[in-house]
Every structure is written in structure tokens, then in C-alpha cells.
């Protein structure tokens, strides 16, 4: 079964500090992967996608088959990251569904 | 606007009451999505249309519950006799299929109390 895991609830980290939110997927075929976030108060938004290989708000997150992995790192942690982040596959037949893991709350202390 | 919308906000309801929920999607979007999330886990997918046909439901998606999404635009989510297990975040997304991306865009979902 293709599967999600975000293994930490919550991740708290000084201003400054470097942040990497884990995950892991468990997949048939090739995946499409997706970092999304939920900032208090505001609907889910994307904040990246492995295809595009991009840095959005100092984020960035890389696909590593071998360890099925697409963590997702800042080097720099700052107050307004502080939000609920959830990473999520695609099922790229048919449908394009969202398996989505658990979600990690971030918590960036001055 | 031009996000998805979803109305209501907030419905509370009685245990076997009926309750029915709607999501505008982006105007172009043709691919709509019906997620669940209860607290502490991530949504769940419910149902899946593309333009107004029905492709898929989750296992998740008992009788109780029927969704359409008539002439492929708007869609409502019905859910009959209502149980307190009902009660979660039931949220709407929608893309475009054809994208290279696959992008889906999130409304900011109703969520459901049954007492």
C-alpha cells in the first residue's frame, strides 16, 4: 500500500537554527511528492514540489530514492515558519489523489 | 475570488440528522477532490471527480455519504443520519488535469460537530 510517514508530531527549534522535517513514502512506480503547509488560521497551501527542485521561503527538499526520503530543510529557522506542515504523494495513475502523511508542527521560539 | 470555496464553515448537527456541504472549485480546475481530516492525521481522500463524473471513492465512503458535482462545476457532499464519528474537517481541492504539475488547490473546509 503506498504510504506516507511524517514520523514527528511536533519539532521545536530556536530562531536561527537549522530545521529538517522528515519524511518518508513508501511507493509502487515513481512518486510525485509535495510539501504542504497550514499556517495558523489559513487553508493548506504548497509550498514545494520535487519536481521543480525550486527553494520557496528558504525551504527546499530533495527526493532521495535510495532511502525513499523528501525531507524537507531551512537552514535558517525563523518565528513565521511556525505552521503545520504536511508532506504527500501523489498517486500518479489515474486520479493524482494526495496521500498525505500525518503532519509535523513546527515551532520556531524566539 | 478566485480560490476554492466551501460553505459552510461550520455545521453542527444532531446524531441522524442529515447535513450536506458544497465546494466551488477553481472556475477552470476539472478535477475536484473531497478529503476528511480528523485531529492529529492528515486528510484523507473521500472521492474524486473528473468534470462531473465520478472515478473513484475511498473505502472511507460509506453509504451514508454520497457526493456530485453536477454540469462538472460546483460539487456538494451529503452526509445522511449523521454518527459522531462523522465529526472532522471535510475539505475540498481541485486541479486542472493536464497540468504538468499536478498542483491541488485547497478550500478552507467545513467542519462538522455531530453531537
Not at chain 1, 499556517?39 to 527546499?60: A, C, M, N, V
Not at chain 2, 463524473?53 to 457532499?77: N, V, Y
Amino acid at each position: 500500500a503506498q504510504r506516507v510517514t511524517q514520523p514527528e508530531k511536533l519539532l521545536s527549534v530556536f530562531k536561527g537554527a537549522p530545521v529538517e522535517l522528515k519524511c518518508n513514502y513508501s511507493y509502487s512506480g515513481s512518486p510525485e511528492l509535495f510539501w504542504y503547509v497550514q499556517y495558523s488560521r489559513q487553508r493548506l497551501q504548497l509550498l514545494l514540489r520535487h519536481i521543480s527542485r525550486e527553494s520557496i521561503k528558504g525551504f527546499t527538499a530533495d527526493l532521495n530514492k535510495g532511502e525513499t526520503s523528501f525531507h524537507l530543510k531551512k537552514p535558517f529557522a525563523q518565528e513565521e515558519d511556525s505552521a503545520m506542515y504536511y508532506c504527500a504523494g501523489a498517486v500518479t495513475s489515474g486520479t493524482y489523489k494526495y496521500i498525505f502523511g500525518t503532519g509535523t508542527r513546527l515551532k520556531v521560539l524566539a | 475570488d478566485t480560490g476554492v470555496s466551501q460553505n459552510p464553515r461550520h455545521k453542527i448537527t444532531k446524531r441522524g440528522q442529515n447535513v450536506t456541504f458544497r465546494c466551488d472549485p477553481i472556475s477552470e480546475h476539472n478535477r475536484l477532490y473531497w478529503y476528511r481530516q480528523t485531529l492529529g492525521q492528515g486528510p484523507e481522500f473521500l472521492t474524486y471527480f473528473q468534470n462531473e463524473a465520478q472515478l473513484e471513492k475511498s473505502r472511507l465512503l460509506s453509504d451514508r455519504f454520497s457526493a456530485e458535482r453536477p454540469k462538472g462545476s460546483f460539487s456538494t457532499l451529503e452526509i445522511q443520519r449523521t454518527e459522531q464519528g462523522d465529526s472532522a474537517m471535510y475539505l475540498c481541492a481541485s486541479s486542472f488535469r493536464g497540468s504538468l504539475i499536478n498542483e491541488q488547490f485547497f478550500g478552507p473546509g467545513t467542519r462538522l460537530t455531530v453531537l
